[in-house]
C-alpha cells in the first residue's frame, strides 16, 4: 500500500535533513575571493570574456587559453612600429635625412607620407590591443603605465605626421627655425646649431616612444609565444642557413667566378653599400605600378566574378576571353602595352600587371559565390530569405575564402609583371630598369641587391593581403585552428 500524502511529506523533509551539507567557505575567504577578483590585472581581450567573471580560477583560465593562442602577430607589430619610429625619425630633421645613409634611403615624396600613416596605423593597434572604445579607456585607466605609454607614443607619431605629412615641423617652429629648411639639406653658414638642438630633441623623443613600444608590447610575458615560434620555424630556418652555407662554401671551393654567380656574403655586402643609392626608392616606384595594377586587375576580376555568379550566361561568354588573355605570355603584352599608353608612363606597367591578376580573382570569385552549402542554402530560402540576405549571409562568407587565396597568388604575380614590365622600356627609375642595367655591366651583386629589395617588397606585400584577410574573417576556421 501506498503512504499517506502526510507521511510522504513528513519521509521528504526527512530526508532532506538527513542530506549532507556542503560547507561554506570562511566569510574572511569569501572577502578575500572578492578581492583577489577585483585586484586581477587583465589585458583589453581579455576584459570582454573575462568581466562577468568574479573567481580568480576563470581568470587564470582566460590566461592559460589565451596564450596558448596567441601567434607572433603582436610582436610583428610591435617590431613593425619601432622600424617606422626609427625611420620618421631620420626625415623629421635634415641632419639624419641628408646626412646619414639610413635617412637618404628614404628620400622619396611619395614614400615618406606612406611611412607616416603607417606607423599611425601601427601605434592605434599597438595602443588599442584588440580593445575599442569604452573597453580601451578602462583597460588603460586600470594600468597608469600603459596610459602613459600610449600617450607618449601618440605623441610622437602625431610630430611625426605634421613634419612628413604636412610639412610643419612642431619642434623647429618651437625653436623659431624656417620650415623650409627642414626639406633641404643644412648649409655651412645656415643655424647649424639650432638644426642640432632640434636634432637632440628629436632623438629624446624617439627613445621615449621606442620605450613606450617595449612597455606596450610586454615581450617579456610571451615567452611561452617564443618558445613554440623557435620549436615551429627552426627547420626552416636551419634550412635557409644551410643553403647559404654550401652556396659560399660551393663558390669558394670550385673557384666560381662572380660574374656567373657571386659569393651571398657579396651580395649582402654590396647592398649594404647600395641601398641608400635610391635602391630602395626605385623598388618602392615598381612596388607602386605592382600595387596599382593589383587593385586595377582584382577589382575588376572580383566585380566580373559577381556578375559571372549572377548570370551563367554571362560567365560563359567571359571565361574563354580570360582564359586566352591568361595564355598569353606577359613578354607579349609589354610592347603593346607601351605602344597603347606610351613606353614612359606607369599606366602601361600598371595595365600588365592588371591582365596578369584579373584571371585568377575572377575565376576564384565565382567559385566561391557557386560553391555554397546546399541545405544552408535550401534552409535560407524555406525562412524566405531574400537574394540579398543570401549573398550577404551565406554566399560572400563562402566566397571570401576564396577570393584572399586569390588575392594572395596575385601578390606575387603583380611584383612579377610590374618588374618584368620594366624590362622593355619605361622609367630608370624602377627595379626591372635597374637589374638589367647592371647586368648588362656585369655588375652581377648589385643586380641581386635589386632581387632581395624586390624579394622583401613582395613578401610584405604578401603580409599586408594576408593581414587585412585575418581582420576581415577572423571567424574562418583557418585562424581559429592557428
Not at 632640434?198 to 617564443?226: D, F, G, H, K, Q
Not at 584572399?404 to 619605361?426: D, H, P, W
Amino acid at each position: 500500500m501506498s503512504s499517506s500524502p502526510p507521511a510522504a511529506a513528513g519521509n521528504a523533509r526527512a530526508g532532506l535533513l538527513l542530506r549532507p551539507r556542503r560547507p561554506r567557505p570562511p566569510r574572511a575567504a569569501r572577502g578575500g575571493t572578492r578581492l583577489m577578483a577585483g585586484s586581477l590585472k587583465l589585458t583589453p581581450s581579455q576584459a570582454s570574456d573575462v568581466e562577468a567573471a568574479s573567481e580568480a580560477i576563470y581568470a587564470s583560465a582566460a590566461d592559460q587559453v589565451i596564450s596558448a593562442q596567441a601567434g607572433l602577430g603582436r610582436d610583428l607589430l610591435a617590431l613593425a612600429t619601432v622600424f617606422l619610429i626609427v625611420v620618421t625619425c631620420h626625415l623629421i630633421n635634415p641632419l639624419l635625412q641628408f646626412e646619414v645613409n639610413f635617412g637618404r634611403a628614404f628620400r622619396n615624396a611619395t614614400l615618406q607620407p606612406v611611412l607616416a600613416v603607417g606607423l599611425l596605423i601601427c601605434a592605434l593597434m599597438l595602443i588599442s590591443n584588440g580593445a575599442w572604445g569604452g573597453a580601451l579607456w578602462r583597460s588603460l585607466a586600470r594600468n597608469r603605465l600603459r596610459l602613459a605609454a600610449s600617450v607618449v607614443l601618440f605623441a610622437y607619431t602625431a610630430i611625426a605626421l605634421l613634419a612628413i605629412v604636412l610639412r610643419f615641423n612642431l619642434i623647429g617652429a618651437i625653436l623659431g627655425l624656417p620650415q623650409e629648411g627642414f626639406t633641404e639639406p643644412v648649409s655651412e653658414d645656415g643655424p647649424v646649431a639650432l638644426f642640432e638642438t632640434a636634432l637632440t630633441i628629436t632623438m629624446a623623443l624617439e627613445y621615449l616612444a621606442l620605450a613606450a613600444v617595449v612597455v606596450l608590447w610586454e615581450p617579456w610575458n610571451r615567452m611561452p609565444v617564443y618558445t613554440r615560434a623557435v620549436r615551429r620555424n627552426a627547420p626552416v630556418v636551419l634550412v635557409a642557413l644551410a643553403v647559404l652555407v654550401i652556396w659560399e662554401a660551393a663558390l669558394v671551393v670550385f673557384n666560381i667566378q662572380q660574374f656567373l654567380l657571386p659569393r651571398p656574403s657579396v651580395i649582402i655586402e654590396r647592398f649594404i653599400d647600395t641601398y641608400h643609392r635610391g635602391l630602395i626608392s626605385v623598388g618602392w616606384n615598381t612596388f607602386q605600378n605592382a600595387f596599382w595594377g593589383f587593385v586595377v586587375g582584382c577589382g575588376l576580376g572580383i566585380l566580373t566574378g559577381l556578375i559571372s555568379a549572377r548570370f551563367t550566361s554571362f560567365s560563359r561568354a567571359l571565361l574563354p576571353l580570360a582564359i586566352a588573355a591568361n595564355s598569353v605570355p606577359i613578354i607579349a603584352f609589354a610592347p603593346i602595352m607601351n605602344n597603347w599608353f606610351g613606353a614612359l608612363n606607369p599606366a602601361s606597367k600598371i595595365a600588365i600587371v592588371a591582365v596578369l591578376t584579373y584571371f585568377p580573382s575572377m575565376i576564384s570569385t565565382v567559385k566561391g559565390l557557386t560553391s555554397v552549402d546546399t541545405l544552408s542554402l535550401e534552409l535560407m530560402q524555406s525562412y524566405a530569405a531574400s537574394p540579398l540576405e543570401i549573398f550577404r549571409k551565406l554566399r560572400l562568407p563562402t566566397a571570401l575564402p576564396f577570393i584572399f587565396s586569390a588575392l594572395k597568388v596575385s601578390t606575387t604575380l603583380a611584383m612579377i609583371g610590374a618588374i618584368v614590365s620594366e624590362y622593355f622600356g619605361g622609367s630608370t627609375q624602377g627595379l626591372g630598369y635597374r637589374i638589367r642595367e647592371d647586368a648588362a655591366l656585369f655588375k652581377y651583386p648589385e643586380s641581386w641587391a635589386a632581387i632581395i629589395v624586390a624579394s622583401v617588397l613582395g613578401i610584405l606585400f604578401y603580409l599586408l593581403v594576408s593581414a587585412v584577410e585575418r581582420a576581415v574573417m577572423p571567424w574562418h576556421v583557418s585562424f581559429r585552428e592557428e
